[in-house]
């Protein structure tokens, strides 16, 4: 079985302990390969190493940053095809998503950030009285990344190039589920020279290696991103330290369809939003609100496209829903159908665990489910599940619809569909989401402020957002004559 390492200080180490985890494969439910269980001692390697790198990193010029940046993600383009696979195996997502979506955007994100860079520039303001300020932006120091399993790749590096970018050395904390593009990456930072401690990728579990990061005193700031209970447990330890924290957490998303939409593009990009990567992306939207002169219309195209989706073997270029991350995430996700049932809802399609034919018949896979007959407030309707569900609501007003949409406790992205460009508008200035799609859903402009309100987390990540993030300003205010 593989066996995976940390890459502290510029070389691949086992844990101090010398414990290992397993990492499973999702589509057989078996373990393939292992990962360091790391404790305290891996993670104060790394934050010392990271101290160690930062004063001749933080003085690199910023083109040389980008530069490191640009090597890094021509390697992972180089390798796009093994990254594919692996990110396919570790994390159970079709390998034609994996292809399409996270490692390119992989790619994407360290380009991104490598321009940024160059282009990041801070404020000065003129004042009446005869005075300047400028404002100085540094880095902070050593941050911590923390990274959740839906896009492993995408996500890690979506965290650890604005922070490098912006001339902090970083300490990364994959997560235990999804370790493996992560582990591959550091063999590419080490194929490519990056300088040892810039970055630092710690393996292991969060409340030993994660909370430690987060504890850790030299540590000055922490990007999470993963589930709302967790970012509520970051919060309350880094807080009192006074941390920077950027927190992107769940989200209960609505997909809204007015009567007046594109009917067959809502229909098709409304399916895609609520059953891409089996419903494991924190932007899904999980509950359908259709205005119910179109309910019936919309409710059987909508059927017959989830009932065409093709689940199996995620290794296979055709498969479109591929199994869940895990036993315990599949439990969940049953558990939740269970729920629905007990709460009235009606099962139109779906509702089981699925046990493909073949060599992943033990494997995690959940049929894409559709359910009906829920009020807005029962906890079906409320809660995160995270996988291939989603619920079908009827409303009757504009109003109506505003007020379900904005009934759950999260905030993080929403779309909605209309041809009506007044009531595009109208509608999404009150959405409380900090994404909102207007006859699209997930096109990605990577400047844009990404993140969420109210339990959606605190923080916006993306464009200057990052890169202001990553920086402390600090003012200079010059009085003249
Ligand atoms: P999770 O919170 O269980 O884990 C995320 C990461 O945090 C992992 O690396 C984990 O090891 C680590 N961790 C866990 N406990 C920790 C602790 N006490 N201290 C420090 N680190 C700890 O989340 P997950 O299950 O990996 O991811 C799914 C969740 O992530 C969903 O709720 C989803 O909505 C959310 N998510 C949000 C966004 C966004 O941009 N808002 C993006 C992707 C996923």
Redesign the pocket.
Known sequence: MEKLANYIDGQLAPAASGGWLEDFEPATGKPYARIPDSHKADIDNAVAAAQRAFPEWSATSSAERGAWLLKLAALVERDLEKLVGAESLDSGKPVALARSLDIPRAVTNLRFFAAAATQFASESHAMESGAINYTLRSPLGVVGC??????PLY?FTWKLAPALAAGNCVVA?????TPMTAYLFSELCIEAGLPAGVLNVVH????K???R??EHPDVKAIS????????A??AS?AAPKFKKLSL????KNPTIVFADCDFERTVSESARAAFSNQG????CGSRILVERSLYERFREAFMQRVQSLRLGDPSDERTEQGPL?SEA?LQKVLGYLDLARKEGGKILCGGRRANPKGRCTTGWFVEPTVIENLPSDCRTNQE?I?GPVVTLIAFDTEEQAIDWANSTPYG?AASLWSENTSRCHRVAARLEAGLIWVNCWMLRDLRVP???VKQ??TGR?GGWEAMRFFTEARNVCIKYA
Not at 224 to 231: D, E, P, Q, V
Not at 248 to 251: D, T
């Open positions: 923390i990274s959740p399993w839906n896009l996500l904390k994959p997560s235990e589920l292991g579990l969060g409340p290696a994660g909370a990061l987060v999470f991103t993963g589930g709302t209970r967790t970012g447990d970051i330890r992107e957490l769940g989200g494991e992306i924190c932007l991350i995430h995160e995270f993080l990404m993140g969420g959606s987390g990540e």
